[in-house]
Structure formats: structure tokens, C-alpha cells
């Protein structure tokens, strides 16, 4: 019943059915390491939640460049890892990061460079503020920043992507995104690989500041792919069998039953 699969045609549809179901298999399988590696992520902020402190240099490398220059990003084990690092704050390069959201609210991160003993610094993101009266790019008023010595606590955060222009306005630098390296080129010393999203510092922060809630990634919509990639794959190669069971009962005349006619009975009169 079967034989008419080794013909060409059948051939070449089965070629086609195994190809997009192992094209199927393996974008499951790229979702499920995206999967495996956004719930790394999850982990590591979770735990760097519960966990004590350590010294900055312990998760990030220091800079071993010149100035205008960033170190070398932290290992993706060391990324959300909670330090702790005491410098000062270098007031005359403060990053404001435009159209930042809090609560539903557009605003701006305020990152200032935090230099450190040995001349290197580390960026901080001491928070959120809203914009002035006037629209949601207007420059905020910034609260004072803690003169002399402050030691800061907070997780280090990988350095963001797509930094875009950096320009200056009003004295202080603004820009869309906190990438280390870029932001690095307009400061004059070298920089840390990553920043610190503040927790706690010492003296106190202003109230000003918002805290700046770490989202955790959508790990589970990774996993729906994976099953559903695997499912399609599942559904071809159930679609070619039972594709080919039923050319196979249509060939041997099997498609459905063919009762008799019986004609004698139609001509007799009830």
C-alpha cells in the first residue's frame, strides 16, 4: 500500500517535512537556551538581592586604561553581584539619562562618577527623578550630592546598549542609554567596565531619588516558545503520516464503506 512513498514526488515531500521540522527543533532549542540563560539572569538578581556586600573589585576588574577609557565588562556570574565602594562624588560630570521610567512616570536616571582613591572611577545610577515643570525632557532639579567621602552599596549592572548622542546641556552631560564605554570617553579618568545601581549609601541619599526597580526578564515567554516550536515540529511529521495513510487508503479503494444498492428493493412498492 505503501509504495507509492519512494516515488519522487513522495520523496521530495519528505525531504521538505524532515527539513522544516528540524528547522522547527532547532529554533526551539535556541529558545530554550534563551530560556536557561534568562533564568541565570533571574537567579543572579535574586540572589545578589539576599546577599552581603563585597568589595567592587571582587565582581569588576579595574581599568587598567588611561583616562577616557572603560575596564573590561564583569563576568555575566559577576553581573547583579551587590558591592560596596567608597570614593567621591565627581559633581562636574553628572550623567543625566533622559526618557527613563518610574511608576508609569518619564523622567531621568541620574548617574554620577563615584572616583575612587587610586583615581579610577566607578559610574553610579544614584536613582530616578522627574523632569521640571515644562514637559518631560526639561532638566530636573537635582538634589545636593553628599560632599568628602561616601560609600555606596548597590549591584552592578551590565553596561546598556545603543548610548546614542551624548551631548551637554546646561553643564551636564545627557544621554539616552548608560553605555560605559561611550560615556567613558567624555570623562577624564578611566572607568570601571559596569555601573552600580545604587541600593544605600553613606551619608544618606536624598529622598529625592527613586530607587530604580530591576525588572527580572520574561524567561516563561521563552519557554511557551520552545513548546511551541517543538509542537510544530510534531504536528509536520504527524501531518505527512497521516497525509500518506490517506493516500494510501484512497489508492487501495479503502476511503470510506461501499454498501450494495439494492435496486430490487427500490422498484417494490411500500
Known amino acids: 500500500m505503501y509504495r507509492f512513498l519512494l516515488t519522487p514526488r513522495w520523496l521530495g515531500i519528505l525531504a521538505l517535512t524532515l527539513v522544516a521540522a528540524a528547522v522547527m527543533v532547532l529554533l526551539g532549542n535556541w529558545q530554550l537556551d534563551r530560556y536557561q540563560g534568562r533564568t541565570a539572569i533571574n ?83 544614584q536613582g530616578w527623578v522627574p523632569p521640571a515643570p515644562g514637559g518631560a525632557m526639561a532638566q530636573p532639579q537635582l538634589p545636593p550630592v553628599p560632599p568628602g567621602e561616601v560609600t555606596v552599596v548597590g549591584r552592578v549592572h551590565p553596561t546598556e546598549s545603543g548610548t546614542g548622542a551624548i551631548g551637554r546641556r546646561e553643564g551636564r552631560l545627557e544621554a539616552r542609554r548608560i553605555g560605559v564605554p561611550r560615556l567613558a570617553r567624555e570623562l577624564p579618568y578611566p572607568v570601571h567596565g559596569a555601573f552600580v545601581l545604587l541600593d544605600e549609601q553613606t551619608p544618606t541619599a536624598d529622598p529625592l531619588f527613586r530607587a530604580v526597580p530591576i525588572g527580572h526578564t520574561n524567561n516563561w515567554q521563552n519557554l511557551g516558545y520552545v513548546v511551541q516550536w517543538w509542537l510544530f515540529a510534531a504536528m509536520t511529521l ?27 428493493a427500490e422498484r417494490t412498492p411500500s
Open 43 to 125: 537567579e543572579r538578581i535574586d540572589a545578589g538581592e539576599r546577599m552581603n556586600p563585597v568589595p567592587l573589585r571582587d565582581a569588576v576588574p579595574a581599568p587598567n586604561g588611561g583616562a577616557g577609557t572603560a575596564g573590561s565588562a564583569p563576568a555575566d556570574e559577576a553581573t547583579w553581584t551587590r558591592v560596596t565602594v567608597t570614593g567621591r562624588y565627581d559633581t562636574a560630570n553628572i550623567v543625566l539619562v533622559r526618557g527613563r521610567t518610574v511608576d508609569n512616570r518619564v523622567g531621568f536616571e541620574v548617574v554620577t562618577p563615584l572616583v575612587l582613591a587610586d583615581g579610577t572611577a566607578v559610574l553610579v545610577d
Open 238 to 264: 504527524f501531518g505527512y503520516g497521516w497525509v500518506a495513510r490517506r493516500e494510501a487508503r484512497r489508492m487501495a479503494g479503502l476511503d470510506g464503506p461501499h454498501l450494495p444498492i439494492d435496486r430490487a
